[in-house]
């Protein structure tokens, strides 16, 4: 595992009788962004969930760096509506102080900070689910269609802490739609059929 | 993550959710106030044990069925699994803030409840003590139920279907309690037996819980 973090041999996964892919193999390397590409419903989503472990592989072992930890950001947000921002963030750092920041570092303004999450927009419910990334020191983030719902400003932002992220040895897998607008870390592609 | 952060936040959240919160007690307190209505002053004292614990367990039944479909459908099921901290320990105190928002306020309500019953107040500490006693096996055979139809649209109903048939020791053991304290018996027996499920309850019902999450959301 010398300079990976993960790396995925020869899995498969069947819904049903359709088969989203199968002989799968590729690793990840220590600062670097892997972006998952394909059209709807090709199984980006499952083969990130393989992945993180919240689905099992049929076949095929992924091999994940013991030394290391991840974060998954989901399609979903996975945020509770009824609680503010800081409430949401504060299940995975207390210091209030750190989870302004990370709203910060996303650009979510501080006037919103303390509404409840179901008073915001899409687009900012996303940065407070994106900005659970800079409350981890995580070395691989898991980011399922990041970019969703935000502006070209947030995106930018966004992207500027990724390359951040890999300069420091951190690497991502992205499940995207549009190409990467990522120049200054290294970037793999898969496509998925 | 840690299980004592996310307790506070369950609590937290209920407490923001009080409207959803509020329904089974208003539903409990609704039901009680049926029976005095329809049946003679003189029976009520005999058939408040049962409809005291039959209306708790519907209560109990209907505050569950949104217990993980929330969490199945906003993705923050997705974060419990990925969380360092062991899933069963997380589900453990969920069903700590659910039983101290859902449940707790029962009690709240059982001297109304007495009084509408004609219970005397030495059998209604009894009932209390029987309640005390079932509420977390039946909490969590019933959160069993729910995690196994988070993933499910007609969830509520396989819900019910589920946990009625498994609910049924622990009310005949709660009623016998309540019957023996009655006719002035020793009611340690029975106590003993719901104290023991209870026990079991809350060390393996996590685990199946979590296991039964992991199923449905994959």
């Known amino acids: 595992m010398t300079g990976q973090y993960v ?153 500027l802490h990724l390359e951040k992220h890999t300069s420091n040895g951190g690497s991502a897998i992205i499940a995207a739609h549009e190409p990467l607008k990522i120049q200054k870390s290294v970037i793999k592609k898969l496509v998925i059929k | 993550m840690t299980p004592s952060r996310y307790f506070i936040f369950c609590l937290r959240l209920l407490l923001r959710q009080r409207r959803e919160v509020a329904l089974p007690l208003f539903f409990f307190l609704i039901v009680l106030s049926l029976f005095p209505m329809v049946f003679p002053a003189k029976d009520l004292p005999s058939l408040a044990p049962a409809v005291l614990w039959i209306t708790a367990l519907l209560s109990i039944l209907l505050s569950l069925n949104n217990l993980f479909r929330e969490d199945v459908e906003d993705g923050f099921l997705t974060q419990l699994l990925l969380s360092p901290a062991p899933l069963s320990s997380l589900i453990a105190m969920k069903l700590l803030a659910h039983w101290i928002a859902y449940v707790l306020p029962l009690f709240i309500a059982l001297p109304l409840f007495g009084l509408w019953y004609r219970v005397p107040t030495e059998n209604l500490l009894v009932l209390a003590s029987s309640l005390a006693l079932g509420t977390p096996s039946l909490l969590i055979l019933g959160a069993i139920a729910a995690a196994l139809s988070a993933g499910l649209k007609q969830g509520g109903i ?54 039964s999450l992991r199923i449905s959301i994959s």
């Open chain 1, 7 to 159: 790396k995925i041999e020869k899995i498969a996964y069947t819904y049903g009788t359709r088969s989203l892919f199968s002989d799968l193999s590729f690793n990840l390397p220590h600062g670097c962004v892997l972006q998952i590409m394909g059209k709807n419903g090709s199984g980006k989503t499952t083969l990130l969930q393989l992945i993180s472990g919240i689905k099992t592989c049929q076949e095929g072992t992924i091999f994940w760096d013991k030394t290391i930890h991840y974060t998954y950001i989901g399609h979903k947000n996975a945020i509770k509506g009824e609680l503010s921002p800081i409430e949401n963030l504060k299940l995975y750092n207390p210091s209030d102080n750190k989870c302004r920041q990370a709203l910060e570092m996303i650009g979510l303004e501080l006037r919103h900070h303390l509404r409840p999450c179901y008073m915001l927009s899409a687009g900012q419910q996303r940065k407070v689910a994106l900005s659970r990334l800079f409350l981890s020191d995580a070395h691989v983030w898991l980011l399922d269609e990041p970019f969703t719902a935000l502006d070209e400003n947030t995106k930018n932002r966004m992207t």
């Open chain 2, 158 to 211: 396989l819900l019910m279907l589920i946990t009625l048939p498994l609910a049924t020791p622990i009310l005949l053991f709660s009623l016998t309690i309540t019957d023996m304290a009655a006719n002035g018996l020793s009611y340690t027996a029975p106590a003993y037996f719901l104290l023991a499920m209870a026990i079991v309850s809350a060390s393996l019902g996590p685990l199946v819980i979590s296991a």
